[in-house]
């Protein structure tokens, strides 16, 4: 893994080194119609973001999938900066897992960057024949070439926390990564670290839970997750599962970048707090609460407190910040984790939200704010929704944020959102003191799309990015 092989594979060899690495001038994102009224299928965007471009902050090309439902969400690599050391290995796949239909489309991104071809589909059928599964989510490529994703059920939609592999070549479906019978209960995202023969996955809850919604007697009832899954990356077995006492809906989980690094962070979503894993003395893993977002006392809304719903997070390359999102206060944070036991807030920005003033819920008792944030305006448009998928420039000083979070929820908590579509946003990052502020020159509307509002979701770039990329 020397940074001087003349001729070396995908990615970085460090995560400082990808700090160097270029701006980026394209995004990828999923755009989803299912739930939107519109009979289309999902497609995926490409936007410019290169400010010398005269399409800056457009979408340059759509990419529709062959059928209509899918409900796109996430992507992966087919290689990443785990295969730096293997020069054959060459990032020029997208990988599109499926919540809904369940099928995986591969996209072809290398031959023409600008304008992406699907290169394979592969069947749900196919996946639920050899691996017994649904509603598959996180992509993430492996050292040994090959892809893994994550999935949330099995073929009757109760949970099942399992991973496919995908032959990284010709990706066809290879089966389970865990033993048989070894699957977690509930499934959603997963991080690995081989130094440490490592992976950690969090859980949402059975497709049959949130398919439709959110109902607040399911949490009652217990059917929402709150808990850590430690594995043994060589066994590929459960070794440790962390209860949470205050961590409901753990979703999305990030270890250091740093690959000696032995804790990490995990965002839960419906107690809004950020967890902090880490390995303990005794060599097993532990888990605390290091940052809570307060609930705000409402009226006017469907319960009368409203949790944050931190939705998303990312780490700075340097493990130096971490951002994360409250889809339905609002508001994207940074905060310092210079010492990662106790983070310190560095920045806050509005981008919407549930809580604005003028708007349906009036907030009776605030722990943080004065007086209700005002609504967001681009270029003249107020935008719907919250900040929910967010995305770091390699060098850290730019953040992308998208606003729709899954169709059916959006429909729920944002009906904007579905006659409007999503919006993308770019926030200018100070890394030297913290701080966040938007820029208004940027706006992509996707309520403007050529077949109707869509809902734009995860964001990526061509070449690789800190939600993506894993170094060993």
């Known amino acids: 893994m020397a940074t001087k092989c003349t001729k070396c594979g ?255 962070f995990v965002g839960c979503a419906l107690s809004s707090n950020i967890q902090r894993f880490y390995k303990n003395e005794e060599g097993t893993w532990s888990v605390e609460k290091v940052i809570q977002v307060p609930s705000k006392k409402v009226k006017g809304w469907m319960l009368p407190e409203m949790p944050g719903l931190i939705t998303d997070i990312l780490l700075s390359l340097d493990d130096r910040f971490l951002y994360f999102s409250n889809w339905l206060h609002g508001d994207i944070r940074q905060y310092d984790i210079s010492n990662p036991q106790k983070p310190r807030l560095a920045g806050q920005i509005f981008l919407g939200g549930s809580v604005v003033r003028g708007g349906s819920v009036q907030v009776l008792e605030d722990q943080e704010l004065t007086c209700q944030p005002e609504p967001l305006v681009v270029k003249g448009k107020r935008i719907p929704g919250g900040p929910q998928m967010i995305q770091l420039s390699l060098d850290g000083k730019r953040l992308y944020a998208t606003t729709s979070l899954y169709s059916a929820w959006d429909k729920q908590f944002y009906p904007d959102l579905i006659r409007e579509g999503s919006m993308m946003l770019q926030i200018d990052v100070d890394t030297v003191n913290g701080g966040l502020k938007l820029n208004p020159n940027f706006l992509v509307d996707f309520g403007k799309e050529p077949l109707g509002p869509a809902l734009a979701h995860e964001l990526r770039y061509p070449g690789g990015d800190c939600s993506s990329d894993i170094w060993i």
């Open 10 to 264: 995908p990615g970085y060899p460090t995560p400082l080194e990808a700090m160097k690495g270029p701006r980026e001038e394209i995004i990828y994102l999923p755009c989803i119609y299912r739930n939107t009224g519109t009979e289309a299928p999902d497609y995926l965007a490409t936007v410019d973001v290169d400010p010398k471009s005269p399409q800056y902050s457009q979408v340059i090309h759509r990419l529709p999938m062959p059928y209509l439902k899918d409900e796109l969400h996430h992507s992966g690599w087919n290689t990443c900066s785990s295969c730096f050391g293997d020069s054959t290995k060459s990032r020029n796949k997208l990988i599109l897992p499926c919540l809904i239909s369940s099928r995986i489309y591969v996209v072809d991104v290398g031959s023409e960057p600008r304008a992406p071809k699907l290169h394979k589909v592969i069947e749900a059928s196919e996946i639920q024949a050899k691996c017994n599964v649904s509603s598959l989510h996180t992509s993430h490529c492996l050292a040994s070439g090959e892809v893994m994703v994550s999935t949330l059920g099995d073929l009757q939609g109760n949970g099942k926390g399992s991973f496919v592999l995908l032959d990284g070549e010709t990706f066809e479906v290879k089966g389970t990564w865990e033993k048989p019978g070894d699957a977690a209960p509930m499934g959603y995202d997963f991080w690995y670290q081989p130094r440490h023969n490592v992976m950690v996955s969090t859980e949402w809850a059975a497709p049959n839970v949130f398919k439709d919604g959110f109902n607040p007697a399911h949490v009652e009832a217990g059917l929402y997750g709150s808990r850590i899954f430690v594995w043994d990356w060589q066994r590929h077995e459960i070794i440790q599962t962390l209860q949470m006492t205050d961590g409901l809906i753990p979703l999305e989980i990030r270890f250091l970048h740093d690959p000696t690094a032995t804790q990490g």
